[in-house]
């Protein structure tokens, strides 16, 4: 077992400010979480779902940058499934779906959603007291 050599007392309390990296926020939650993934570098298993979300994030990114660039892109599937490979490569407790299981289901989400009718606009009405402009778009990918 790893001893964490750090107390709380041996560093500067972080300033008080709106934002804070997560590091930096890990340690105030638990300066033992902080230590053992950042001094310790002990390796922390992804969620099953992280590797799903990694793949899906990648197929999208994949065949936007591929329109940007003017180029047909592959169809969401195919980068799906290259980026499965590299997201699977990450330490995961998969439990008794196994990869393949979650592979799976990162497919059907994709075929679900080209089943999708497309979205229609809609109209929202509020209240207010003075002039006030707001524009906004739902999207789902």
């Given at each position: 077992m790893?001893?964490?050599?750090?107390?709380?007392?041996?560093?500067p309390a972080?300033?008080?400010?709106?934002?804070l990296?997560?590091?930096i926020?890990?340690?105030?939650?638990?300066?033992a979480?902080f230590?053992?993934?950042?001094i310790?570098?002990?390796?922390?298993?992804?969620?099953?779902v992280l590797?799903?979300?990694?793949?899906?994030h990648?197929?999208?990114?994949?065949?936007?940058?591929a329109?940007?660039r003017?180029?047909?892109?592959a169809?969401?599937?195919d980068?799906?499934?290259?980026?499965?490979?590299?997201?699977i490569?990450?330490?995961?407790?998969?439990?008794?779906?196994?990869?393949?299981?979650?592979?799976?289901?990162g497919?059907l989400?994709?075929?679900?959603?080209?089943k999708?009718?497309?979205?229609?606009?809609?109209?929202?009405?509020?209240?207010?007291?003075?002039?006030?402009?707001?524009?906004s778009?739902?999207?789902?990918v």
């Amino acid at each position: 077992m790893i001893e964490n050599p750090i107390s709380p007392e041996m560093l500067p309390a972080p300033p008080s400010i709106s934002h804070l990296s997560y590091s930096i926020t890990l340690y105030r939650e638990c300066a033992a979480k902080f230590f053992y993934r950042y001094i310790a570098k002990l390796s922390v298993p992804t969620k099953p779902v992280l590797a799903v979300g990694i793949a899906t994030h990648e197929a999208i990114e994949g065949q936007l940058a591929a329109r940007a660039r003017g180029e047909t892109p592959a169809s969401l599937l195919d980068l799906f499934e290259e980026a499965w490979g590299r997201a699977i490569a990450q330490e995961a407790d998969w439990g008794s779906d196994g990869p393949d299981g979650y592979r799976v289901k990162g497919l059907l989400g994709f075929r679900q959603g080209q089943k999708q009718p497309p979205l229609t606009p809609i109209g929202l009405s509020l209240p207010v007291n003075q002039p006030v402009s707001i524009v906004s778009r739902v999207s789902r990918v």
